[in-house]
Every structure is written in C-alpha cells, then in structure tokens.
C-alpha cells in the first residue's frame, strides 16, 4: 500500500527513528603526532564528544558530563585543539575553556566566568581564540600554565581564524563589521611580534572595500602565508607575494562554503604553491591535490563532498559522504589512495533502496538556479513533492544521503533539494544575487522548479509541498503567500516578520536583513511587501510550524505569531513547540516526532 495515501503505518519503511538515528555527524579533524582527533555528535543524546585515532585504534575522550561546542556567533565553530600532550576544548554547558591530557578523563577548567571562546589554536603554550563577551568580540591568548589572558585584537565588530606562523613571529586573522557578513566583505590583517615579545601594529593585507570575502588563513612550513578569497570571482587559494596576493591556479569554482561557522578546513597549503582542496564540478565534489608541478591528483574515491581536511606525510583526512553512504571520518593513503574508514560511512538502507540525487539546473526568471532531485523510490508515476529550502540563505545542499530526503522518497514524494540563487557553491556573483532580493528571487526558485519538473513529467504539480528552516523557512512562507503553486508548507524556526527578527536577534545577524531586504527607514515599503505575517491573510493552504523554545536566532514570539494568524482566519494549521531546543533541533525525540508529524500533516491535505 501506498503510505502517502494510507491509514496505517507500513512497517517495511524507513522510520522517522531510523532517519533520525542515522544523522551522526562529524566535524573539526586535526591531526597530530598524537593521532586524529574529530568531533562526533550523536542525536540520541544531542551531545558532541572527542574522538581519537591512534594506531589503529578509536577511543572516546570526552568524559561523562560534558559536550564540546561553542556558542560564539550562536553557531560556533572551532571548538577544540591541540597541544603535544594534551587537548583544550569549549565545554558546552558554561562555554568555558578546559585542558584534558590525552592519558586523562578529568578535564581541568582553564577559564571561568560569562565570556564565550571559539576558533581555537594552540602555539607556543598559549591558546589563541576568538572572544565573545556579550556583543563584545575580540581575540585573545591564553596561556597554559597559568590562565593569563592578553588581548591581540579588538575594535572591529568580528574576528576568525586567529593563525600564527610556524616560527611565532606572526599572527594573521580575518575580520570585519557590521553591515557585512563574512560572505560578503572582510579584511585580512597581520601583526609581528617586537624584539620584546610584544605584538606590533596591526596592518591589512587585504580586504576591506567590500569588493572580496576573505576565509582561512594558511602558513606553510616555510613560513609563506596563503589566503581564501573570492576576489577572482570564486572562493580560491591565492599565495602573498611581494607584490601583494597572487591567485594560484585552480578550477573556476568556489573552493570553500559560508563560513557561518568557524574552524572549516576545505583547502590546506602543502608547501611551494601545491595545495590539497576540495571544490564542486558540475554539482558533484571533487577532493584534489594540486602539486608544485601543476598537475592535479584526484583522491575523490566514490565519495561525493568533502570537509574538514586534514593531513600528515601518510595520510589525507577528510569528513566525506557520497549518494549512497553517510557522513565518515577516512583516511586516503596518499601513495595508492586506498581509503580506510575510520568511523561513521553507514548505509542506512540497502543500495536499490536509495533515491539518488540528479543534478538540476534550470531557468527561473531572468536566471537560472540550481539543486538535485530525488525521484520517489515507492509510489505513483507523477508523484507528490517536496521542495527542500536550505537555511543561511547563504548556505548549501549537496548530492550526499540524507536520512531525511529518503524518508519522503521512501513514502510516495519525490524531492527536490534547492541551491537558490544566494547559494554558496556557484561563485560570488550567484552568492550575490540575493541583495536586496530575499523573498522574491529565492520565492521564484522555488516556485519554478516545480513547473520544470512537471514539464518533465517527474511529478505532480498539483500535490507540490515546500518546507523550510530558518531562512527556509521565510522563503516557505513567502512562497504561500506570495504565489499560488503549493498545497501546503512546513515553517522550521522560520522568519515570518523581518523587522521583528532585527530587533529580537543577536549581533552576528542584526544586520543581514540591511542586505537581504534593505534599511529598515528607507525601505521599508519592501519590507512590509515581503513580510509574511502582513500577509497571513493571503495564505490560504495548511500551513504546519516547529520551533524551539531557546532559539535566539528566530525568538518563538515569531512563530506564535504567524500560527495565530494563520488560525484566526481558519487555515488549518499545526505547531509544534520543543521546550530544550534552540536554532536547528538535536534532540533524537523530537527530530523524529518533527519528521513523522510534517508527513501525516502532508497525508492529511492529501486525503482531504
């Protein structure tokens, strides 16, 4: 029987608990004499631990009781180090820094009190980080033996990736200010340390006239410092020259994502201009080490994206996922590329089981956009669909499994993942499409994709769902208000009023909206067009929201809003509030009744 259009669950599908159980993630590889060190985060118990290998050996580091990750930024990034004998970490409780030798399971608090530290490297017997205090950034260092702290940096709004070279006579950073987000302008700067020991005056390198978006600072072993930046067009590596930043050669495509979180490695300098990076070709990820003679090595394997690179004389390290196998943790023998699985890269579902992803690229308005289609791997010929709307808006969705995706294929929908025009992914020009376009061109993606599949012939245009989280989630209830091309829609902890959202959220996005939509006191007749809860009269499908109640980011004031709006004129709507969640669930339990209660909902408009 068909479950889309069924009465009683079919216990042969891939349960919402089984989709849930299967989203172990991994982040933030580093590599050292001592071993590969990750972090893994399990929804069952909604923490996140250290993980080492070592010999051919993994182990869990993090004792009970505490959960690396940092809150600075809200979503963090570089949440742990090393040092030769020991790790430091940002404890997620109190978000203080703490030291745990390696041989040890009591870790020893380095810091106390309410500021918040991210980015985190260690040099020298000093660990150098990014500070949050309140609204308050700067950077910092702080020593080892005895938690003396020294401010490096401060005065700009932001600060990321504190980098000092292999000889400790420089420290370079990225920074910037408010209105710009760190995908839209930021500056590089260095500081040399003084006969003295004390650090100079700070000086840019680059950046800083808005044209570039600069990310991950490298030295190699020689000393020579390397950069990220876009300024060609493409998030590139370009090498420092005496004749200032050079680019290097490298496909014409974006060799990083958005930064919305610190720590990310996609790219690693090996030495006299060669690099290790990964990038996209046509939609698909590629893992490629570029040598000093020109040539590129591919060490892709069957994998299809690629993060948090890592390396040492043996090995690359890498997060990967493909089509068919989740998130893990490997290791490629840099001599014969075989690949060795160190954790994770589980199937959840058998191979002939698994919807794989096509790559879509098709025209919307004076444009085109891009994503992936999942056929329905268990229904009708033209079935129902679900466009997917990723967060950000300048985020990303990649051709790898998703436990999520398959729970709708696996019921009678097919599903089509957007890279909406203000995507990363594309380039600088695709990213910066959506100034001063929210709500309309990503509105438009959205709604195009579900005539070029009908045309197709792959779907129902008649039974088109949209569900969004975060910026997803506004672009859902533009998309419902705005235009008539969905039977129903799922808003997860998504905008329904803008300005709201600038006066409620926290620093690190109090401004994107300047960008997205426009000054709020010049502008604001765009902002009362694109504001959905202006607007709820206009939605006249079901319409079903999740929100949690700690989130900082989309206050639930909002949600509560839009849903009483929504039911006050008698739209059949749901809401589903989570007491212990913030911006993006984690918890196993609610993951899944999320999932489970936007399909019945979905079945319900469906049957009625």
Request: hydrophobic share 40%; glycine share 10%; net charge negative.
């Amino acid at each position: 029987m068909n479950e889309t259009h069924g009465s009683s669950p079919n216990p042969d599908l891939f349960s919402a608990a089984q989709a849930v159980a299967a989203g172990v993630d991994f982040s933030e590889l580093s590599v050292s004499a001592a071993g590969l060190f990750w972090i893994e985060f399990r929804p069952q118990d909604a923490a996140s631990r250290i993980w080492r290998w070592s010999n051919g050996l993994t182990a869990c580091l993090t004792p009970e009781g505490f959960s690396v990750r940092t809150r600075v930024y809200e979503y963090g990034g570089g949440s742990f180090c090393l040092t030769d004998d020991a790790l430091v970490f940002v404890n997620e409780a109190d978000q203080q820094l703490y030291l745990q030798p390696f041989d040890s399971i009591t870790p020893q608090p380095l810091t106390q009190g309410d500021r918040r530290f991210a980015d985190l490297s260690v040099a020298r017997g000093q660990v150098f980080a990014v500070e949050e205090d309140q609204d308050t950034h700067r950077l910092v260092s702080i020593d080892l033996a005895d938690g003396r702290r020294e401010v490096l940096a401060e005065g700009a709004d932001f600060y990321a990736a504190p980098t000092l070279s292999p000889d400790g006579e420089r420290l370079v950073w990225i920074e910037w200010w408010r209105p710009h987000q760190p995908w839209t302008s930021t500056r590089l700067l260095s500081v040399e340390r003084l006969a003295d020991g004390t650090w100079g005056r700070a000086h840019c390198l680059a950046g800083g006239l808005g044209l570039e978006a600069l990310q991950q600072p490298r030295f190699d072993e020689q000393g020579t410092l390397y950069c990220i930046t876009d300024r060609g067009g493409f998030w590139q590596p370009w090498v420092e020259t005496l004749d200032g930043f050079k680019a290097l050669p490298a496909a014409k495509a974006d060799h990083a994502g958005a930064p919305w979180q610190m720590g990310a490695s996609s790219w690693l300098p090996t030495g006299d201009n060669g690099y290790l990076a990964t990038w996209s070709e046509n939609g698909v990820g590629v893992l490629g080490l570029h040598r000093t003679d020109g040539s590129v090595d591919d060490f892709s394997s069957d994998y299809s994206r690629f993060r948090s690179l890592a390396m040492d004389d043996q090995y690359i390290y890498c997060i990967a996922a493909s089509a068919v196998s989740l998130a893990a943790v490997i290791a490629i023998n840099r001599q014969d590329k075989t690949v060795q699985l160190l954790a994770g890269g589980v199937t959840p579902l058998p191979a002939e089981r698994i919807s794989r992803p096509q790559t879509l690229r098709y025209p919307s308005g004076s444009g085109e956009a891009h994503g992936y289609f999942y056929p329905v791997m268990n229904g009708d010929a033209k079935p129902p669909l679900v466009v997917f709307v990723h967060g950000g808006p300048t985020s990303a969705c990649y051709p790898v499994l998703d436990p999520r995706i398959q729970f709708w294929t696996q019921r009678g929908f097919a599903v089509a993942d957007l890279n909406y025009r203000g995507s990363t992914g594309y380039g600088r020009a695709y990213r910066q499409a959506l100034f001063l376009e929210w709500g309309a061109v990503d509105v438009e993606d959205a709604c195009a994709v579900v005539g070029h599949l009908a045309e197709r012939g792959l779907i129902d245009p008649n039974k088109a769902f949209i569900r969004g989280s975060s910026a997803g989630g506004y672009t859902t209830l533009c998309a419902l208000a705005f235009k008539d091309v969905f039977r129903a829609g799922a808003s997860l902890y998504g905008v329904s009023d803008p300005l709201a959202l600038a006066e409620a959220t926290h620093k690190f996005e109090a401004d994107y909206l300047d960008w997205l939509i426009g000054d709020p006191d010049i502008d604001m007749a765009r902002y009362k067009e694109r504001t959905p809860l202006l607007h709820a009269d206009r939605i006249k499908v079901p319409v079903i929201f999740f929100q949690g109640e700690l989130d900082a980011v989309v206050v639930p004031a909002q949600t509560r809003d839009m849903l009483d709006a929504l039911r006050e004129r008698g739209i059949p709507s749901e809401g589903h509030f989570y007491p212990e969640e913030r911006h993006g669930f984690r918890k196993a339990e609610n993951l899944a009744h999320a999932l489970e209660s936007e399909w019945a909902f979905y079945r319900k408009v469906i049957d009625s």
